[in-house]
């Protein structure tokens, strides 16, 4: 069975850095490309960003373009999530998901979704 | 990346068919026959419903159906049950690797 189990969410000032990790099990993780998906609270859902199977390429909303890194370890089956220069906008919970096919390339759906990591940004 | 448009709410009884709407534009939902749709419990995680427009996963009953026309995709539920009640997010690839979301249809059963 296919699992993501995201940590590293929790309380931080604006201005702060955060780092949320997603661990994958049960697929080859280097097959498939993964995206960071937020909700913030009582919203809709936002696309973040993708990154390829490799890691070699990489992807971001305009919201955050700059401020945030995706990036992977694919010998740890882990994908991380980089965010710097954090503001109140960014209060969400954050979701791992994985690209509904192999292709390696962040181009179709998410059909695998981890329960997601809260990220609270105040004073 | 403006959001896809999705009504706020739909209702019907059980037993009964709702059909959600999801408008894009040519760059996103009318360029690509890359639509999603996903359903939300309250405090859950999203759960992949229909992907490539019309095609349901495995598990994913097959009162539910995708379509889509020009610039606007749809999302149909038949014969309406109780856990279907739910928010449901359309989502389209955007070009460059990127995804837009819908903002959201709360669907409610009678």
């Known amino acids: 069975e296919v699992q993501l189990v995201e940590s590293g969410g929790g309380l931080v000032q604006p201005g702060g850095s955060l780092r949320l990790s997603c661990a994958a099990s049960g697929l080859t993780f280097s097959s498939y490309a993964m995206s960071w998906v937020r909700q913030a609270p009582g919203k809709g859902l936002e696309w973040v960003s993708g990154?390829?199977?490799?890691?070699?390429?990489?992807y971001y909303a305009d919201s955050v373009k700059g401020r945030f890194t995706i990036f992977r370890d694919n010998s740890k089956n882990t994908l991380y999530l980089q965010m710097n220069s954090l503001r109140a906008e960014d209060t969400a919970v954050y979701y791992c998901?994985?690209?509904?096919?192999?292709?390696?390339?962040?181009?179709?759906?998410?059909?695998?979704w981890g329960q997601g990591t809260m990220v609270t940004v105040s004073s | 990346q403006s959001a896809l448009t999705q009504p706020r709410s739909v209702s019907g009884s059980p037993g009964q068919s709702v059909t959600i709407s999801c408008t894009g534009t040519?760059?996103?939902?009318?360029?690509?026959?890359?639509v999603s749709w996903y359903q939300q419990h309250p405090g859950k995680a999203p759960k992949l419903m229909i992907y490539d427009v019309n095609k349901r996963p495995s598990g994913v009953p097959d009162r539910f159906s995708g379509s889509k026309s020009g610039n606007t995709a749809s999302l149909t539920i038949s014969g309406l049950q109780g856990d279907d009640e739910a928010d449901y997010y359309c989502c389209s690839y955007a070009g460059s690797y990127t995804f837009v979301f819908g903002g959201g249809t709360k669907v409610t059963v009678l």
């Open positions: 998901a994985k690209e509904v096919y192999n292709s390696g390339w962040p181009d179709d759906a998410f059909d695998i």
């Open positions: 040519s760059s996103d939902v009318g360029g690509y026959n890359y």
């Open positions: 990154i390829s199977g490799s890691g070699g390429s990489t």
